[in-house]
């Protein structure tokens, strides 16, 4: 039992009292290994109690609840035990099939009409969204000046003296798994990006699985600065925690994406004077980018610059290939895991966008952003009646009882000059 935990037989049927209808609700009492032995062994498996869930401070103004029934593309009452994926959906082909595929090599064709570094024109932007509309996965990341919330509101800029314009989203990158890869100039293009462009129709549209990774102030961004809430996420970044819980394994802090490419084998992106894009070197490339809080901000936009961007993309479809298959592996079902990773994925990726507080590095530790907060993610998931208990019985554990202590202050400030300095230089 023990050993090979992920060959045990299919869950027990969920006694009608762990029903997690809307509502204050319990998992069944028997944590024990009568319970377990049905399910898979969890050593840190505790029972959820919502008790103090959502003691954090939340937007008033935000959506009082996750819209997790658009993620998923069914009712918010619809069982996952029955559930199927949408037609046309990556979930409704066999992911088997691409897991040798070589989703990395870039694509030599180019579309006609549309600039190979920064689409700029909203003509281009048109054709690029035509020609993914079809596509059923895609992989997007943006980038931006201290990405986040920042000085934005629901869509109103904050007019506030004492605090410096900061958290503008500057470029989307959308890529698919033919290797193709798009950099939008979103800085340039503003709200026209994602209305007369059509950002907004293919990012919103449910059917169309966005594979991503740690999406959180990519999404924050995209909903206080332009009233966007991207639906279809898989959020790589989450998934991998999911495997982890339900292996037994330690989920204190979340993997970066050059972590998790190395952990599953996979080739990292190369960038033109900067090599292979290992987590040190992210590092590396990052600290640069401190000391010019503006440097996403600057055009034209260095070459180098719009490449590392494209980079982020690019290995994400055989990354999610790899995960999935490794997840239904774990749950016994293809159907169950892609479900499970999309309810996931958009409780995650809203994690930031309903706090009042931005969370970029200028406005606290950004660095603690790293510890994994199952109260926040799991709590939201299980209270929204969209997951089944069984698999919130393998997730759940004491840890998650009460939320993560919010970030540290912040170790840099806005000088006189308009930069970012640190509170504290290193020698």
Sequence with gaps: LFEQPHRLAPPRPVPPHASLAPGPHHLPHGTGLIWLAGLMWNPNAAEFVPGSYGAQPLDASAPTALDLSAALGQSPTTSHAGWSPQPGTVASQSFTAGVGEDFTKPATATLEGVSPDLI??????????????????????????????????????????????????????????????????????????????????????????????????????????????????????????????????????????????????????????????????????????????????????????????????????????????NLAHLLGSAEVADSLVRTASAAYAESFSRLQVCRCRLCCAAEDNARFDGHRVFGQMIASGAIEPWIAQRLWRQEDAQPQADPGPSKFYVNENDESVPLHPTR
């Design 120 to 325: 700029a024109t909203v003509p281009e932007l048109e054709r690029v969204v035509q020609h993914l509309l079809h596509e059923p996965l895609l992989c997007i990341d943006c980038e931006g000046s201290d990405l986040s919330k920042g000085s934005w509101r629901h869509g109103e800029q904050q007019q506030d003296p004492g605090v410096p314009l900061h958290g503008a989203l500057c470029t989307l990158q959308i890529g698919t798994s033919k290797g193709e890869s798009f950099a939008v100039d979103v800085l340039e293009l503003g709200a026209a990006a994602f209305e007369g462009g059509g950002l907004r129709l293919l990012l919103e549209d449910a059917r169309i699985l966005k594979v991503v990774h740690d999406f959180r102030q990519d999404q924050d961004a995209l909903w206080h600065q332009f009233r966007v809430r991207v639906q279809g996420l898989f959020d790589c970044q989450i998934c991998d925690v999911l495997s982890r819980r339900l292996q037994g394994f330690r989920t204190g802090f979340v993997l970066g994406s050059a972590r998790l490419l190395s952990e599953h084998g996979l080739e990292l992106a190369e960038i033109p004077g900067y090599g292979a894009l290992t987590q040190e070197q992210k590092v590396r490339i990052h600290s640069r980018f401190s000391e010019d809080r503006h440097l996403w901000e600057r055009r034209p936009l260095p070459p180098e610059m719009v490449a590392y961007a494209k980079a982020d993309v690019l290995p994400l479809p055989q990354l999610y290939h790899k995960q999935m298959f």
